[in-house]
Each structure stands twice: as C-alpha cells, then as structure tokens.
C-alpha cells in the first residue's frame, strides 16, 4: 500500500509544535497571565494537592477573600472582567476550558486570545490579571469545580464584576465551535 510522497496533495496540514520537550507551551500567551501547572500527589490513601503558595512568588497579593464553585457539564460561565482585582483560579475538578480576552489597550498582547483545558490529571493555578475577560465552559460529563483566591474581597454592594453574553461583538471567540483538530 503505497502513501503519497506529499501529505499536503491529500490536504493534510503538517501540525506545528506546541510544546517544547520540557512540555511548555510555545503559544503567546496573554500578558500577565499565569498558568501555574499543579503537582497532585498520590499514594494508596488518596491525594493531596496544593493549591497557593506564596513562597512560589508569582503573586505578591495576600491572600483575603476565596470561594468556590461549580460549572454544570456543558454550561458557560463568563465573560466576566474586573477593574480593581486579579483572578488566581484554581481547577480542581472536572474538565473545563477556560478562555481568556486581553481587552487591555496598552497590553503588548491586547486582543489576544488564548484557551486552555484542565482537568484532575492537569491541574493548575490561573492568575488572571485585571482587564482580561475570562470565561469557562465544561466540556466533561460531571460538575466542574474551581476555587477563585482574588486579590480582592467580594464587596456584595459592588461587585467588581463586567459581564459580556458568551457570544458578543468584542471577543472573537465561539462556544460552539465543534471540537476536532
């Protein structure tokens, strides 16, 4: 059985990298924003995972407010922004794709767009920094869940909170796109 010399004659688009060997993203990311992977440490009585440090210096905020919460499989939560305070997510649970808009006009990466999926075997800790709008979807079969550590404490009769619908004029981004290669 004979292949073509040349994949593309068939319209195959040769994959560019994505990671270096090291497993790091090679894709521009967002000004500021973190994606901190997680070690889940496992033995015969369960797992442990850590959450925040402050010893791993990648935010200088205290830590004053944390909530947590739940994205119901298949459901969109966002586009939310905040003015005042940045984001330090972390996923715990579930499979969510989260996607982020720098909307910051004096960012070097204003009007990017990044996505990433996290799940129980690729935890991490997200730092969202103020100006970027965000927004996750639960692309699994069960709840998802994160906890949000803000560097700011909710303030119920202001909240710091912007929202755009999922689908809007300003983020180029759909929920919808079907998933493939």
């Known amino acids: 059985m004979g292949l073509p010399k040349d994949f593309e004659e068939s319209g195959a688009v040769k994959e560019s990298q994505s990671v270096t060997p090291e497993g790091v993203t090679v894709r521009r990311v967002i000004e500021g924003l973190i994606i901190r992977p997680l070690l889940t440490q496992v033995d015969r009585r369960g797992e442990v995972v850590e959450i925040y440090n402050p010893a791993w210096n990648i935010h200088s905020a ?3 407010f944390a909530y947590q919460a739940t994205v119901r499989p298949k459901a969109i939560k966002g ?11 972390f996923t ?3 499979v969510m794709r989260w996607v982020f808009y720098d909307d910051r006009k004096e960012s070097p990466t204003h009007r990017l767009l990044n996505q990433f999926t996290f799940s129980e075997r690729n935890r991490a800790l997200i730092i969202i920094p103020t100006g970027v709008y965000h927004a996750v979807q639960n692309v699994g079969e069960t709840e998802a869940v994160f ?3 803000p560097t700011k404490p ?3 009769e202001a ?3 912007y929202r755009l619908p999922p689908k809007n004029d300003l983020i180029p981004f759909d929920f919808n796109d079907p998933v493939s290669w």
Do not use: C
């Open 154 to 156: 909710y303030r119920h």
């Open 62 to 64: 205290p830590m004053v």
């Open 147 to 149: 906890v949000n550590l």
């Open 92 to 94: 715990s649970s579930g």
């Open 159 to 161: 909240p710091d909170k």
């Open 79 to 89: 586009w939310v922004v905040h003015k005042e305070q940045d984001d330090r997510i």
